[in-house]
């Protein structure tokens, strides 16, 4: 096979996993700061697929231009869940949080099963077939569109982080719990705060996705998973690091589709977990833990 | 405390345990087809809830990922029963060391290199993942088109073949059931099982305290997977058919785990009543849907999720520890 099918492959696997990394850096925030492992993560970026899905059918809006709604969508269900239900959780021991997250997952996947039946639903924009020709080199207009528009989401997050008041609040929150709340910090407000931009990042995701797959119902597991392979890949609690974890597995599966069978392109992402777990546990870009 | 000492259970609770095996024995003679496979499906995961206990209730190292086990040993035991026309107890025999043995990689891959908690939890899942799509693609296996063991019409019951009639394996995973909890009340009355709940309540301390706290903890994954490794044979000649992506998949795995968090973790009670509080809400939920003629896929599931999450926010330690407390049986706190 040629240079250019790998080269050409290859940049559709580092756009498609800016994605993924900005699907990761929601559950790593998460994680980071709120202690919980959102194992309904998958399932929250179906929600806005599916959301996505039927603005586009009903109204033609395009899942671009519906980008930011539906990621403050998403945010408002974020900010509700761990307000009510998720915050009495965070003392608990983690096999309690799992059992609270996965009857969330359980009664979210299947909502949208009744709501919109097993099959894949598809958002044929007038760019699906689009592509850019740089040289020798082909780009696909859509992934090209998502993985910019995954960049811009993700820096304004770290601004976010970086330079606000909240975003330095956030994260004195997640450096040190009880020095938090005894220089008075509202922490379960920044709790919720957190949780609800966790699901605004994978809800954005979860629009971009819906440009270059066809949503189901019961996707939410296998991405809950692929999140978590990103996270761990990158180092948790690393901002960078989800994204550099996206890549890296965004590129593994394009490649590994390309050079095996696509079906056995995840057995690469987990391949690249146990190796990171094994010979560098804090992640590729992680701090040494304690 | 009127515990009798040799057995570690008050009178009461001995007592209780004898009525509830009466009537499990009994069972068959009461109850129709339906009603009998449905307790076989609680014995399962009764089974399999208790082992996956070993791990987490005792040890304190979350597993998400015991299909592996399960799916392995279904796998060897039909394998060697279709192509070798080898009987599924030799194929025990030959599963029970691979499981324990994979258990044992993981363990010590993790163990070593301090990886735990979440991380742990997730490297599980990845191993089960790993070889969910591994036979998926494994052609001497039949990859995703599946594994059949000959299902003919038996005219007698033959134990050592496992086939015959659902009464049958009934009782088979009866005495499982009853074997396992035995062992586990075994174990946690010896050494290893003080040694176990040490590391669970406080590794460093138990380290501190001159445990071997990596050789106990190897012990924990081997002992489960191994004791696991029977559930997937059994798996393999109840159900007669193998599909990589349901034996591996990563809600086969979440079933095991469930059943013991409602019924009480780290109980020997607990995984048996989460078997029976779950399966019976599983199937409660079918015969009332099917009674009014709801025919909608998801709401049964629906209905599910809610109910565990009322019981995971009312119930923080399980259904069994509270009930116990009622009932005047409780178990010793540990």
New interface residues.
């Given amino acids: 096979m040629p240079f250019d099918v790998y080269l050409n492959v290859a940049v559709g696997g580092v756009l498609t996993g800016l994605v993924y990394g900005l699907m990761a850096l929601g559950l790593s925030v998460i ?1 980071g700061v709120v202690r919980v ?1 959102n194992f309904a993560h998958g399932e929250m970026m179906t929600v806005a697929m599916f959301i996505a899905v039927v603005l586009f059918s009903w109204f033609h809006l395009d899942p671009l231009i519906m980008l930011l709604p539906i990621a403050a969508v998403l945010f408002v269900f974020g900010y509700a869940l761990q307000a009510s ?1 998720i915050n ?1 959780f965070i003392t ?1 021991p ?3 949080q ?3 997250l ?6 979210i ?6 709501m919109f ?2 099959d894949a639903r598809s958002v044929q924009t007038a760019y699906a077939y689009d592509s850019f020709q740089l040289g020798r080199l082909i780009v696909d207009a859509a992934k090209l569109y998502a993985g910019v528009a995954a960049v811009v989401f993700t820096a304004a997050l770290f601004a976010l982080f970086r330079f606000t008041l909240i975003g330095k609040a956030i994260r004195a929150c997640a450096d040190n719990y009880t020095g938090a709340l005894v220089v008075g910090l509202d922490v379960r407000r920044l709790y919720a705060l957190t949780f609800g931009l966790g699901a605004a990042c994978v809800g954005a995701a979860g629009v971009m996705l819906v440009l270059l797959m066809d949503p189901t ?1 019961m996707l939410g ?1 296998g991405y809950t ?1 692929l999140a ?2 990103i996270v ?1 890949t990158g180092g948790l609690g690393s901002m960078p690091g989800a994204l550099v974890g996206g890549v890296l597995i965004g590129v593994t599966e394009a490649l590994a589709g390309l050079l095996f ?1 696509p ?2 392109k ?2 690469f992402a ?2 690249i ?2 190796l990171v ?2 010979f560098r ?1 804090q992640g590729i870009l992680g701090r040494r ?1 304690a | 405390m009127t515990s009798s000492f040799s057995t570690g259970f008050s009178r009461r609770g001995a007592a209780l345990l004898a009525v509830l095996l009466a009537a499990l024995v009994a069972a068959p003679w009461m109850v129709n087809d339906y009603l009998l496979t449905v307790l076989v499906l609680i014995l399962y995961f009764a089974y399999t809830g208790q082992a996956w206990n070993v791990m987490m209730g005792f040890a304190g190292q979350l597993s998400l990922g015991h299909a592996l086990y399960v799916g392995l040993s279904s796998y060897v035991a039909a394998m060697m029963f279709t192509r070798l026309g080898v009987g599924p107890w030799l194929g025990l025999l030959a599963a029970i060391p691979l499981a324990a043995a994979c258990g044992a990689i993981i363990g010590y891959l993790a163990f070593r290199f301090r990886v735990a908690g979440v991380y742990f939890a997730i490297l599980t899942i990845a191993f089960a993942e790993f070889a969910r799509i591994g036979f998926d693609n494994w052609g001497f296996v039949n990859a995703s088109s599946g594994l059949f063991l000959p299902v003919k019409q038996y005219a007698h019951n033959d134990l050592w073949q496992l086939r015959g009639s659902p009464t049958m394996f009934y009782y088979v995973i009866l005495a499982a059931t009853v074997l396992v909890f035995v062992l586990c009340h075994f174990l946690i009355h010896r050494r290893i099982g003080y040694f176990w709940l040490a590391i669970r309540e406080d590794e460093e301390a138990a380290r501190a305290a001159g445990i071997d706290t990596f050789r106990y903890k190897m012990y924990a994954v081997m002992v489960s997977a191994a004791v696991t490794s029977f559930a997937g044979v059994f798996y393999a000649f109840f159900y007669n058919n193998l599909f990589p992506e349901q034996v591996f998949s990563i809600s086969r795995s979440i079933e095991i785990i469930l059943g013991p968090i409602i019924g009480g973790i780290g109980t020997l009670f607990g995984p048996i009543l989460g078997a029976f509080v779950l399966t019976g809400l599983a199937e409660t939920l079918n015969a009332v849907m099917s009674a009014f003629g709801v025919e909608l896929p998801g709401a049964r599931q629906v209905f599910y999720g809610v109910c565990l999450l009322l019981v995971v926010v009312a119930l923080p330690d399980g259904v069994w520890p509270p009930l116990a407390r009622r009932l005047g049986v409780a178990e010793r706190k540990r």
Avoid: D, K, W
């Fill in positions: 994680f492992v239900l009495p608990r983690e096999h309690s799992f059992l609270l996965v009857a969330l997952a359980i009664i996947a299947n909502a949208l099963l009744i039946g097993p119902p597991p998973l978590f392979v761990i069978t079906s056995v995840s057995m987990f391949a977990l146990v777990l094994l546990p833990l």
